[in-house]
């Protein structure tokens, strides 16, 4: 019983001291994005001119494919500036997970994406900023974006966890404390849950 207790706190002890995940610095976030040009990726949804990094999915959205300025960036934020028509949304990176590079990547690219081959229904739901049943998850990720990595809402115990974008299931915010399941079949939105 002895062992199993001193081999239980040195495992602790372990994973006290372990190193926490790597999260961009400052300078590497500027480095990379400060004052540079992209493409938007998937449309952005905001509230009030912000956006979130868990992809909240509801309300207005910045459609894809518009040029965008990353004006100045820290660990916290980014404040991006859309040309056409010109609109400043400050994106939240506070906490980011898995991290900002991470999630900036996914927002921001160097190329519009290409709609070739998608079909009504991917078209519909990417023009309206919606998951629809029977969208592909090509269309989807073009429509809100892919969803968080992994995020728990405040004061709840449950959490939306997508390490895999090829998963049968994944789990999107509709807003902080609103979930929505997206359930695929092969390739395709079989079923939407709130």
């Known amino acids: 019983?002895?062992?199993v207790s001193l081999a239980f706190l040195i495992v602790l002890a372990l994973v006290e001291t372990a190193p926490p995940a790597r999260a961009a610095d400052t300078n590497e976030l500027k480095a990379k994005y400060e004052g540079k040009s992209f493409i938007l990726q998937h449309n952005l949804h905001v509230e009030d001119n912000e956006a979130e990094w868990q992809n909240f999915i509801e309300?207005?959205?910045v459609p894809l494919g518009l040029k965008v300025s990353v004006k100045k960036i820290d660990k916290s934020k980014a404040i991006l500036v859309f040309d056409d028509p010109l609109r400043t949304v400050k994106l939240d990176l506070a906490d980011a997970i898995p991290d900002a590079i991470v999630v900036l990547d996914q927002i921001l690219g160097s190329a519009a994406p290409s709609l070739k081959g998608l079909g009504k229904t991917d078209l519909d739901g990417i023009k309206?900023?919606?998951?629809?049943?029977?969208?592909?998850r090509k269309a989807v990720f073009?429509?809100?974006?892919?969803?968080?990595?992994s995020y728990t809402p405040p004061f709840r115990k449950?959490?939306?966890?997508n390490h895999d974008l090829k998963a049968s299931e994944l789990t999107y915010m509709k807003g902080t404390y609103d979930f929505l399941t997206v359930t695929f079949s092969g390739d395709k939105v079989a079923d939407l849950e709130d």
């Open 128 to 136: 309206r900023g919606k998951i629809l049943e029977g969208m592909t």
């Open 1 to 3: 019983m002895r062992r």
């Open 142 to 149: 073009l429509a809100v974006g892919p969803p968080p990595y």
């Open 59 to 61: 309300g207005d959205f």
């Open 158 to 161: 449950d959490s939306a966890v």
